[in-house]
């Protein structure tokens, strides 16, 4: 119940073309879903996150969808661009927990030029 | 001004020897972090320590011991290493979710273990 599956492990995009990745998660007492950027050599950093109480957030080229009912959330990046490449993770935590973060596996972007 | 520092950066050593990271944040947050991200890239929470307390210890060897010295520091001792420790080890900070409502985390650039 503690994880959160994510896919695909790896993308590869053209340039201007959108990047897809989708997140599912089984606790439902989950309600903040970060997505986090993770460059080779760096630590993660935090892009964009949502709570249940909205569907869609916005957030210059980077939308996070959520559907609640189906317990999955998805990260679109519009316009891809090769410093878009990177790893990326969802993630999910509960409020009035410890602020304990279950992150996906990380998927691997390639955005080709 | 870098948020969450850690030193060192790279660290080798053999196995039986003991070491410790050492984590920083000036964002004036409450609660810091160990994560382990492993050869696959999966990232697991180790402990978190608010305000000195600490709050989450997850299944992790007891050859790893967090200690806080005030909320701005959070350091990682390891005992007898072992080859399954070689990771980067990163450092994050928060707010303080359960007080104040946020719960975003900020990494520290890591520490790569290497136990040979």
């Known amino acids: 119940q503690q994880q959160v599956k994510q896919s695909p492990q790896s993308l590869i995009v053209q340039k201007g073309g959108i990047s897809i990745i989708n997140c599912a998660y089984e606790?439902?007492?989950?309600?903040?879903f970060p997505w986090y950027q993770q460059f080779p050599g760096k630590g993660p950093a935090l892009l964009i996150a949502?709570?249940?109480?909205?569907s869609e957030k916005k957030e210059g080229r980077f939308t996070i969808s959520f559907n609640k009912s189906a317990k999955q959330f998805s990260l679109h990046i519009m316009d891809s661009q090769p410093g878009d490449s990177a790893t990326y993770f969802c993630?999910?935590?509960?409020?009035?927990?410890?602020?304990?973060?279950?992150f996906g596996q990380g998927t691997t972007l390639q955005v080709k030029p | 001004d870098t948020a969450v520092s850690q030193t060192p950066k790279y660290l080798v050593t053999q196995m039986g020897n003991d070491k410790s990271i050492k984590c920083e944040q000036n964002?004036?947050?409450?609660?810091m972090y160990w994560y382990k991200q492993d050869s696959k890239k999966f990232l697991k929470i180790m402990f978190s320590?608010?305000?000195?307390?600490?709050?989450i210890n997850e299944t992790v060897p007891n050859r790893f011991s967090p200690k806080s010295p005030d909320k701005a520091h959070l350091n990682l001792h390891i005992n007898s290493l072992e080859l399954g420790d070689s990771a980067v080890y990163f450092c994050?900070?928060?707010?303080?979710?359960?007080?104040?409502?946020?719960?975003?985390?900020?990494f520290g650039p890591g520490t790569r273990l290497t136990v040979t």
């Open positions: 994050a900070s928060s707010p303080g979710g359960i007080y104040r409502g946020r719960y975003e985390q900020y």
């Open positions: 964002l004036g947050h409450d609660t």
């Open positions: 320590y608010n305000n000195k307390e600490l709050i």
């Open positions: 949502i709570r249940p109480d909205v």
């Open positions: 606790n439902t007492a989950f309600d903040y």
């Open positions: 993630a999910a935590s509960r409020s009035g927990n410890t602020g304990k973060l279950i």
